[in-house]
């Protein structure tokens, strides 16, 4: 993929990266080679992004060449929003915490590539950068004269011969970090040109990801036989987003969480994105799924939705053992069984002190849960995932180790075609994503337990029947829909 990087005046850049090259805004905007170009990476340094000026321009063209650009036109007109330079609390703690030992009224952070030459604002310009992806930027505060706390009060680009000589050697060495991390030559010295680039957010510190370090691996060698370049990505990396064409969540999703806020972004981006935001928010909660299945008609076991400890109600209508899930759970937590009315009174405490809402379902033994696996619609695998042993659970979680039970792979034409049935029922009414659909099966009936963005994908798992076919139908989605986002590509 070709890289730019634009600047209104290219003498006054100071360095040469290999593989980039350094042009004007305007022959950006009127050269025919540069609107003809298939897939490019636009690194918008321009003075200004102000409305109609050759920078806002800029990265608007890109967008319509179907360019990636740093900026792009959404964040431009974020950084003019007031609205978002009020800084929410965790922002908030952050500023006053970087500058809290700063005796003037007014002061400016220098923002490059996310990076400042103190270290101590470098918690602070990063954050800075995930809001607003600028390259090159100058961020102000103001020292309230009421309560003597710092407020943002604008963000700005650097013009390019505005930088401070004091800063060259710090700016030349935090640009060449960029792009050897991922720069145009290739990332780490790699030469093979590939057509379009991969993010995979994944997060090492995850206590059940869904997909182990191998799995990831074999995503990464698919996604390269598909012509993406991939780059793992992690919650720190929220300001790089718009350098890609997809993104590809492997961390756990909530709504309430950065994973949400990476696939939102992405989306506003025009990213392709698995999962998207809209699927986040459907299957990250149970009382959403609870009232889907309501409308479709489809089989769940007797649920009650539940707002106060009503104990004697649920014992009447659910009977004792019964189960009490906490809305967004997941992998098994924030799910208990209750056997006894003493359990289900502090069960009913604990989770609606979380939540306004909980959902209570009759206890259904079995000796697996169905899961299949459903992508852009169709299925692509289907496990039995195994109670562990001596557990009513899939999952038993300990104070130091989580115990599994054990899983059985299955051809997804040798299922029982009710069960695919109603997972692709179900999945479809969610979206056209990746969601993993979860099924019992008692005295012959299955019934729909629930639905999962993000599902499981571990090496020898959910792979066992496809191997690194299955990888390679999940690269080929994407490649499928990256293609189809550039086909509308205006003629020049």
């Not at 103001?142 to 003597?148: A, E, L, N, R, Y």
């Not at 792009?179 to 290739?186: I, K």
């Not at 300001?239 to 590809?248: K, P, V």
């Not at 999962?452 to 798992?461: H, L, T």
Request: aromatic share 8%; with cysteine; proline share 5%.
């Amino acid at each position: 993929m070709t890289t730019l990087l634009v600047v209104d005046h290219p003498e006054q850049w100071p360095l040469r990266i290999p593989g980039a090259e350094v042009i004007s805004a305007d022959a950006y905007l009127r050269t025919a080679r540069f609107s003809e170009l298939r897939q490019a990476r636009v690194y918008n340094l321009c003075d200004s992004y102000a409305y109609q000026t050759a920078g806002y321009y800029v990265s608007l063209l890109a967008a319509a060449r179907g360019h990636r650009a740093m900026p792009s036109v959404a964040t431009i007109q974020d950084v003019k929003s007031r609205a978002l330079l009020r800084a929410d609390d965790e922002l908030e703690e952050l500023i006053e915490r970087s500058l809290h030992t700063i005796r003037s009224k007014r002061f400016e952070l220098s923002i490059y590539f996310g990076c400042n030459l103190a270290e101590r604002h470098a918690d602070l310009s990063r954050a800075i950068f995930n809001l607003f992806p600028v390259p090159l930027m100058r961020a102000s505060f103001s020292k309230s004269s009421t309560t003597g706390k710092w407020r943002p009060s604008s963000i700005t680009p650097i013009p390019v011969g505005d930088l401070p000589a004091s800063h060259a050697g710090f700016v030349r060495q935090v640009i060449e970090n960029h792009f050897a991390r991922r720069g145009p030559a290739g990332r780490s010295g790699r030469t093979v040109k590939y057509e379009h680039d991969l993010a995979i957010l994944a997060n090492d510190e995850e206590r059940s990801p869904p997909s182990n370090r191998e799995a990831l691996k074999r995503f990464e060698r698919a996604a390269r036989g598909q012509g993406f370049d991939v780059d793992f990505l992690g919650p720190d990396d929220y300001g790089r987003i718009a350098e890609f064409d997809a993104l590809f969540i492997r961390e756990t999703t909530k709504p309430n969480h950065h994973t949400y806020r990476f696939a939102s972004r992405a989306r506003a981006e025009g990213l392709v994105v698995i999962d998207d935001p809209e699927s986040i928010i459907r299957c990250g909660n149970k009382v959403y799924l609870f009232e889907l299945a309501k409308r479709l008609d489809l089989a769940i076991p007797p649920t009650m939705v539940v707002s106060s400890a009503r104990t004697d109600e649920i014992i009447r209508e659910l009977k004792l053992p019964c189960v009490l899930k906490q809305p967004d759970s997941a992998f098994s937590e924030g799910v208990f069984r209750a056997d006894t009315r003493e359990e289900l009174s502090a069960g009913l405490q604990r989770l609606l002190s979380r939540s306004d809402l909980v959902i209570v379902q009759s206890f259904m033994p079995t000796e697996f849960d169905w899961r299949v696996g459903v992508l852009d619609r169709q299925p692509l695998f289907v496990c039995r995932y195994y109670m562990a042993d001596g557990h009513w659970q899939i999952y038993q979680h300990g104070e130091r180790r989580t115990k599994e039970g054990e899983h059985e792979t299955i051809a997804v034409q040798h299922a029982p075609r009710d069960v695919l049935q109603l997972a692709l029922r179900t999945a479809n009414a969610i979206g056209d994503g990746f969601y993993g659909v979860d099924i019992k099966t008692v005295n012959g009936r299955h019934v729909l337990m629930e639905i999962n963005d993000n599902p499981n994908v571990d090496r020898g798992i959910e792979d066992a029947v496809l191997g690194d076919e299955l990888y390679e139908r999940v690269m080929k989605v994407f490649k499928a829909r990256v293609d189809a986002e550039k086909q509308f590509k205006p003629t020049p």
